[in-house]
């Protein structure tokens, strides 16, 4: 066999469960799948209004991504490593 299977689940938002204070963020273009409305929207009218607030949402968040002030670029040189903790800080 060759190359790789990961799987992994939960919610891309995490929240504390005493409070409204986000504790956790999965986020990856790569690997998402594609947003579905939930199966209570039947009507047109309701899936419609789901995509322009998904589109909306997701504006939003890339532009917090795009922010200079949330970005820490550290330019390596051949043989250097970096070691990022994975659940701490986004990485790309």
């Not at 607030?53 to 250097?80: C, F, N, T, Y």
């Amino acid at each position: 066999l060759a190359g790789w299977h990961l799987e992994a689940s939960g919610p891309v938002i995490q929240l504390c469960p005493r409070g409204h204070e986000i504790i956790g963020i999965r986020h990856n273009d790569l690997d998402r799948l594609p947003d579905l409305p939930p199966p209570a929207h039947h009507e047109q009218e309701q899936v419609d209004a789901f995509y322009e607030e998904l589109q909306d949402a997701h504006k939003a968040w890339d532009s917090l991504l795009a922010k200079d002030e949330s970005r820490l670029v550290i330019k390596l040189q051949p043989g250097e490593t970096m070691v990022v903790a994975n659940q701490r800080c986004m990485h790309g």
